[in-house]
């Protein structure tokens, strides 16, 4: 079992940068992806970024060259950096666990999610 615990996220104006962090807990694995979904009112989940355990990374079209996703092992804390912020950045993000070393995944473990607001 793996529990995650977002956090970091809040009101920003556009054009302003936000920092997401999630950690994880639990059971540890050698081989895993660690991705980052959102999601806004009344619209599907929506891929962001992800990030192997080789830290090979991963993005949405959306959010190429505004988002940078890292993560420092010895913390157990995977992190995205939100640049450039936009008004359709609006969404709950959620941080997701996955086994396999593919960002497809499947995500078996998700964290309770942390709301990001951008106003224009």
């Known amino acids: 079992q793996v529990q995650l615990v977002e956090s970091g996220g809040g009101l920003v104006q556009a054009g302003g940068s936000l920092r997401l962090s999630c950690t994880a807990s639990?059971?540890?694995?050698?081989?895993?992806?660690m991705g980052w979904f959102r999601q806004a009112p009344g619209k599907e989940r929506e891929f962001v970024a992800a990030i192997t355990w080789t830290r090979v990374t991963y993005y949405g079209d959306s959010v190429k060259g505004r988002f940078t996703i890292s993560n420092d092992n010895a913390k157990n804390t995977m992190y995205l950096q939100m640049n450039s912020l936009k008004p359709e950045d609006t969404a709950v993000y959620y941080c997701?666990?996955?086994?396999?070393?593919?960002?497809?995944?499947?995500?078996?473990?998700w964290g309770q999610g942390t709301q990001v607001t951008v106003s224009s």
């Open positions: 997701a666990f996955s086994l396999s070393n593919n960002y497809r995944g499947p995500y078996s473990y």
């Open positions: 639990g059971r540890t694995f050698r081989a895993y992806t």
